[in-house]
């Protein structure tokens, strides 16, 4: 499996961006997807996750502003960020984990910028 993440950049306080995450090589219809971020000199923190049924949860920080989403059908998963802020500045991971083996996986990051 192979995941392939895309969709950060650069933006200015207050605007949004939308994250894609692209599954290869296995079906991830049986699985849980999050999203990761990690800035400098911190730690990889949980930021959204998804189950296979489509039950969304939130860190505390993103809560109301971040919405995780996925389409089976095309094994991609999604973050919309709005009212992006300079503390949200990192590089986001996709992450996999199928529910029967526990297999996990991880995309390659994309880094997002929020000037203030």
């Known amino acids: 499996v192979q995941l392939q993440a895309f969709g950060g950049g650069l933006v200015q306080a207050g605007g949004s961006l939308r994250l894609s995450c692209a599954a290869s090589?296995?079906?991830?219809?049986?699985?849980?997807m999050r999203w990761f971020r990690q800035a400098p000199g911190r730690q990889r923190d949980l930021v959204a996750s998804?189950?296979?049924?489509?039950?969304?949860d939130y860190s505390d920080s993103v809560k109301g502003r971040f919405t995780i989403s996925r389409d089976d059908a095309k094994n991609t998963v999604y973050l919309q960020m709005n009212s992006l802020k300079p503390e949200d500045t990192a590089v986001y991971y996709c992450?996999?984990?199928?529910?029967?083996?526990?297999?996990?996986?991880w995309g390659q990051g994309t880094q997002v910028t929020v000037s203030s």
């Open positions: 090589g296995r079906t991830f219809a049986r699985s849980a």
């Open positions: 992450n996999l984990q199928f529910l029967v083996s526990g297999l996990t996986y």
């Open positions: 998804i189950t296979s049924s489509g039950t969304a």
